[in-house]
């Protein structure tokens, strides 16, 4: 079992930024990729961000690209996600989860454990 628990969320206005972290505990996401993922409601699971193990290679949904950076801290098993220019659409529970599979990244089929989300409201 890998326990996810997700911090740093928060309320913060439009333009503003805020950082989210994953910790992981249990099995480590030792030699695993990780991944963020959003929901608002009535929306579907939306893919925000994901990172290899080693952090050579990082992926992101297209409008949060140039605006979120996904990060992670291997020695303490802690994945970040940094949210800059914050948008009232960004607002939504916002989840991690461990990549298991060597493909699919936007996918949620492709994340085997998820944390129980922190939530993110931006205001206008």
């Known amino acids: 079992q890998v326990q996810l628990v997700e911090s740093g969320g928060g309320l913060v206005q439009a333009g503003g930024s805020l950082r989210l972290s994953c910790a992981a505990s249990g099995r480590t996401i030792i030699g695993t990729g990780m991944g963020w993922f959003r929901q608002a409601p009535g929306k579907e699971r939306e893919f925000v961000a994901a990172i290899t193990w080693s952090a050579g290679s990082t992926y992101y949904g297209d409008s949060m690209k140039g605006r979120f950076t996904i990060s992670r801290d291997n020695a303490k098993n802690t994945v970040y996600l940094q949210m800059n220019s914050l948008k009232p659409e960004d607002t939504a529970v916002y989840y991690c989860?461990?990549?298991?599979?060597?493909?699919?990244?936007?996918?949620?089929?492709?994340?085997?454990?998820w944390g129980q989300g922190t939530q993110v409201t931006v205001s206008s």
């Open positions: 989860a461990r990549w298991s599979r060597p493909y699919g990244a936007p996918m949620p089929y492709a994340y085997d454990y």
